[in-house]
């Protein structure tokens, strides 16, 4: 039994580990867009984030299968793993896509929403510091579903813009993803915040 409780806390470990990658893509990808120069070096660095963001991922996977005994749920494990992979997947993809793009410069409502996506993995990582105390947990998690309602506000009326303004039929193809990606990314916090929410309740 002793010998299990280290693997324990390995697990909280690991997760604070792979929110701290979330949080430094995320300022990476903000980095990117307030500063539209080297975007391809960028987006390289921004994609090695991303695989070592995958690796916790499948550390986090990898342990679970081996440990017995885990901290909370292994349903749980799982699902939060995933999701924070997620938000990194779709930081990564803007980032990829802004490149395969070839979008020359980016508008203040993608830098706004990069910042909601931002400030959205900063409140995860301080969330994920209190995995193991959760009674201290909820004031980050209705942060992180108040960021997303702020993302979807800006996203739904710069779509709208979107449609009525754009002149060149590529570039509103073009737009329409990055923006629809950039509020995926805010959903996917949100996921994680609803997860992180799930296991409170059943360990509290």
């Not at 999701?83 to 490149?99: F, M, P």
């Not at 201290?136 to 996203?155: K, Q, V």
Request: with cysteine; hydrophobic share 40%; glycine share 2%.
């Amino acid at each position: 039994m002793f010998r299990l409780l280290p693997t324990q806390t390995r697990f909280f470990d690991l997760f604070e580990e792979q929110a701290n990658k979330v949080l430094e893509a995320a300022r990476a990808l903000k980095e990117m867009v307030e500063h539209y120069e080297n975007v391809d070096e960028k987006a390289r660095h921004i994609k090695q984030l991303e695989s070592e963001g995958d690796n916790l991922t499948h550390s986090i996977i990898d342990k679970l299968n081996r440990t017995f005994i885990t901290p909370f749920d292994r349903e749980d494990i799982h699902a939060l793993a995933s999701g924070l992979d997620d938000v990194l997947d779709n930081i990564e993809g803007v980032a990829s896509r802004l490149v395969l793009f070839r979008v020359r410069s980016v508008t203040p409502e993608a830098i706004e929403l990069v910042s909601v996506i931002e400030r959205s993995c900063e409140a995860i990582q301080t969330a994920m510091s209190h995995l193991r105390d959760l009674k201290s947990i909820s004031a980050h998690l209705i942060r992180i579903n108040d960021l997303e309602n702020e993302a979807d506000f800006i996203s739904r009326n710069t779509t709208a813009q979107l449609f009525e303004q754009a002149s060149d039929f590529r570039e509103l193809i073009k737009w329409k993803e990055l923006y629809g990606r950039l509020e995926a990314t805010t959903d996917d916090c949100e996921d994680v915040a609803n997860i992180l929410e799930g296991i409170a309740v059943k360990n509290n």
